[in-house]
Every structure is written in structure tokens, then in C-alpha cells.
């Protein structure tokens, strides 16, 4: 309930949230902004994301959160990055009387900061987050609704993870698209080979093999000169495999 009596909003209709926003970053911030509509008592609210252990707060909103969240980050240290990286949820009563954290406690009680909530995004994945909450007041946190919150939580889950695989799927086709092209390469080579020495694609491509080890060059990158001084033009180069992180 709030200070002047009224119930808090209802959870936000997140289906109706992702077709009104264009971008993950979008739903992520009105996720938040949705989230510390739902917490009267908290002045800050942020997501913050990590990938290859850098974190980084993508969506806040208040006032308190990016200041609180840069404060754990250089120290690497807090219930934030605690959260985020084992997974759990992470609540602070009374920032006085908490002895976690090296010196991260005393800075949010200067700070104006005296709870927080954090609660786990996409755990134990490699683009694990947190949903973090910051309140003003002790205790601020004692009477929130936890399942609307961690619902909440949940829907970034599932947003975060439907981003990383529409990227990994990105990833894969412009890998997928790479490895047909240098296979159309080698195939030609193989074709000028097997023309030249009358032999067997088989044959052709061994020669082909044996040239580029004893040249210490990738096979697509010998094909392509072969078939660059036949034709005279040079296959265009296309997108490096790469590998997966």
C-alpha cells in the first residue's frame, strides 16, 4: 500500500509490453519503470546484465540505481553482482547493520540507500542479470508482493534469453552463409584442378590439400587464388567462421 493509502499498480500485461516496444532494450525499460511503479517505497530500479564478467546496468529508473550499481561494480563486490552471479535472491533489511560487501554498505547508507532487493535474471547463463530495487527506508522491502516482483524477474528472464538465441541464430546463419561460400570456392578450385591434371575430384582436392599445408594457407584462401588467376577476378570475402563464445 502506499503512503497516501492506494493499493500499488497491478503487475504490467507483459505481452502487451513486448508488442508495444521495438527493441530489447525498449522492453527492458519500461520493465523497470513498470517495476518501481509496483514498489512505492523504492527510489531506484535497475537490470543489469553481465557478459564475459562485465557487468553493466542496461535499463534504470529513479534515481538511486545507476549510482548504487557503478558503486559495485568497481569494487566488484555487492547484492547486485551477488545475485547476478550465484543465482539466488539477494534482500538487504537495514544497510547499517550489513557487514557484506567491504565498503559497499556504508556508501549506499551515504548515499541515502538503506534496502535493496535484488532478484536473479537468466541465471547461470552467459548473459546472467539482476532485477535490483533500492529504497530510501529500512526494511523497505518487507511488504512487497514477491511474486508479482519475481514474475517480473521472470519475464526479463525469458526476454534476455529469446535476445541471446535470435543472436546466436543471427550468428549462426552468417556462419552458415560463410562455410557455403568457401565451399562454392573450393568446389571451383577443385573443378580448374580436376581440368588441368585430368584427375578425380578426389584427387583434386588432395592436391589442393597438400598445396595449402606446405604453404602453411587455409584451403579456401589457396582456391580462391586459383580461381582468382583463371578468372581473373578474386571471389569476394565473405564473413570469417567464428567461434562460439
Not at 62 to 89: F, I, K, M, N, V
Not at 146 to 151: C, I, V
Not at 203 to 231: F, M, P, W, Y
Request: glycine fraction near 6%; proline fraction near 6%.
Amino acid at each position: 500500500m502506499t503512503d497516501d493509502g492506494a493499493l500499488p499498480p497491478e503487475p504490467p500485461d507483459l505481452v502487451s509490453l513486448l508488442l508495444d516496444t521495438d527493441t530489447l532494450d525498449d522492453f527492458l525499460q519500461a520493465l523497470v519503470q513498470s517495476t518501481l511503479l509496483m514498489s512505492p517505497t523504492a527510489d531506484g530500479c535497475g537490470i543489469t546484465l553481465e557478459r564475459q564478467d562485465r557487468p553493466l546496468t542496461v535499463a534504470s529508473a529513479g534515481t538511486s540505481a545507476p549510482l548504487l550499481d557503478e558503486a559495485q561494480y568497481g569494487q566488484d563486490a555487492g547484492p547486485c553482482l551477488e545475485a547476478l552471479r550465484e543465482g539466488h535472491e539477494v534482500s538487504v533489511g537495514d544497510m547499517r547493520e550489513e557487514r557484506r560487501w567491504n565498503g559497499y554498505p556504508a556508501f549506499a547508507v551515504a548515499s541515502g540507500t538503506l534496502s535493496s532487493l535484488s532478484l536473479p535474471i537468466a541465471a547461470h547463463s552467459h548473459t546472467a542479470g539482476a532485477l535490483n530495487l533500492y529504497s530510501p527506508r529500512a526494511n523497505g522491502f518487507a511488504d512487497a508482493d514477491m511474486s508479482a516482483l519475481r514474475a517480473l524477474a521472470a519475464q526479463a528472464t525469458g526476454a534476455v534469453e529469446l535476445a541471446q538465441r535470435l543472436a546466436d541464430a543471427r550468428t549462426f546463419t552468417a556462419d552458415l552463409e560463410a562455410a557455403l561460400q568457401s565451399r562454392a570456392v573450393i568446389d571451383q578450385a577443385a573443378g580448374i584442378v580436376m581440368q588441368q591434371r585430368r584427375c578425380t575430384s578426389e584427387e583434386a582436392l588432395r592436391i589442393l590439400r597438400t598445396a595449402s599445408q606446405h604453404r602453411n594457407v587455409k584451403l579456401r584462401d589457396v582456391c580462391a587464388q586459383l580461381v582468382g588467376v583463371v578468372s581473373g577476378e578474386t571471389p569476394a570475402e565473405g564473413p570469417r567462421l567464428r567461434p562460439r563464445p
